[in-house]
């Protein structure tokens, strides 16, 4: 390898690498901040969009499994934060809605990275945003992860062991 591309080589895994320490940093300042991960807030904030959301509409909407969501309001319900009633006709369909806890904890203001990331992205012009899905598109097939099933939140993906808010094992 010359010396540009070795170079050019350097700064693309240092810019890959900013990427991932920007999402480590957000996920472990909202964990201090707030106890909470990620996929906590997304569930959160979905659940706040509504009076109540059914645990099924909340999985399509954040793009995570019915389990995944289950696992996370379990442990969300564990804080108080979420409270699940079972529907009055339907005995297998669950409802979740926020406590005046989750509300609270809500208007403290943790927001999600991707936030800041899609504002950012909107102010850019249509061939700017093309340009950049397309690099990105092409480091995902680079890193053999273009087909990994993942939910369209920047932050630490739960692990079904590893979603409580003090990130201990159940």
Same mark, same amino acid.
């Given at each position: 390898?010359? !010396?540009?591309?070795?170079?050019?080589?350097?700064?693309?895994?240092?810019?890959?690498?900013?990427?991932?320490? @920007?999402? %480590?940093?957000?996920?472990?300042?909202?964990?201090? %901040?707030?106890?909470?991960?990620?996929?906590?807030?997304?569930?959160?904030?979905?659940? @706040?969009?509504? !009076?109540?959301?059914?645990?099924? =509409?909340?999985?399509?909407?954040?793009?995570?499994?019915?389990? =995944?969501?289950?696992?996370?309001?379990?442990?969300?319900?564990?804080?108080? *934060?979420?409270?699940?009633?079972?529907?009055?006709?339907?005995?297998?369909?669950?409802?979740?809605?926020?406590? !005046?806890?989750?509300?609270?904890?809500?208007?403290?203001?943790?927001?999600?990275?991707? !936030?800041?990331?899609?504002?950012?992205?909107?102010? /850019?012009?249509?061939?700017?945003?093309?340009?950049?899905?397309?690099?990105?598109?092409?480091?995902?097939?680079?890193?053999? @992860?273009?087909?990994? #099933?993942? @939910?369209?939140? /920047?932050? *630490?993906? #739960?692990?079904?062991?590893?979603?409580?808010?003090?990130?201990? #094992?159940?």
């Amino acid at each position: 390898m010359n !010396d540009g591309a070795g170079t050019l080589s350097h700064e693309v895994l240092i810019a890959l690498r900013r990427i991932i320490r @920007a999402v %480590d940093i957000h996920s472990r300042r909202l964990s201090r %901040d707030f106890g909470l991960t990620g996929p906590q807030l997304l569930i959160l904030n979905e659940t @706040a969009t509504a !009076d109540r959301v059914l645990i099924g =509409t909340l999985a399509k909407n954040v793009h995570l499994s019915q389990a =995944t969501v289950t696992i996370i309001v379990d442990r969300l319900e564990e804080h108080l *934060l979420v409270k699940r009633e079972r529907d009055s006709r339907d005995k297998r369909r669950v409802w979740v809605s926020l406590t !005046d806890k989750g509300k609270q904890v809500l208007a403290g203001g943790p927001h999600l990275l991707q !936030d800041t990331f899609l504002d950012n992205l909107g102010n /850019l012009n249509s061939e700017e945003q093309q340009s950049i899905l397309s690099a990105l598109q092409k480091v995902a097939r680079m890193m053999d @992860a273009e087909n990994l #099933p993942v @939910a369209p939140i /920047l932050g *630490l993906e #739960p692990l079904p062991e590893a979603t409580s808010l003090e990130e201990k #094992p159940r």
